[in-house]
């Protein structure tokens, strides 16, 4: 009987550690604040955290395929425009990733805490079949 019990504890502190050790990573994410997402990480951030999804390519590309509720606010622009930022963590969208992780390296150089970029961009969201939004004009 004591064997068992024994046994069982072990098991439970086992999970204890495992379940602290993902709790402990994904606080620390969210600490650091930022760094680059996949499309479902940046989904459950915008759900969890209520961060606002920033598309930084052109106002043309922004139309014709966008996140939904996403913000369009052009690379080219972004600076002049940084007090129009929402005040809650930030995932910024371009095509491709790499233009969102300079924007989100230029912001965090302009105090702003919490800026995330998805990895791969719009060709990621894509890929994963996630929704997409276009305007007609």
Do not use: C
Request: hydrophobic residues 40%; without cysteine.
């Amino acid at each position: 009987m004591d064997f068992l019990f024994y046994q069982n504890t072990i098991y439970f502190l086992i999970f204890a550690v495992i379940s602290g050790g993902i709790l402990l990573a994904t606080s620390k994410r969210s600490q650091a604040g930022s760094g680059a997402l996949s499309a479902k990480e940046a989904i459950q951030l915008s759900n969890t955290e209520h961060a606002q999804f920033i598309d930084i390519r052109s106002p043309e590309d922004f139309k014709k395929a966008s996140i939904p509720q996403s913000k369009n606010f052009p690379k080219e622009s972004i600076e002049d425009r940084i007090n129009a930022l929402p005040k809650k963590p930030l995932i910024l969208v371009g095509e491709d990733g790499r233009t969102a992780q300079q924007t989100a390296q230029l912001l965090k150089k302009k105090n702003i805490e919490q800026v995330f970029w998805i990895q791969d961009g719009l060709a990621a969201w894509r890929s994963e079949g996630l929704p997409l939004k276009s305007s007609k004009s």
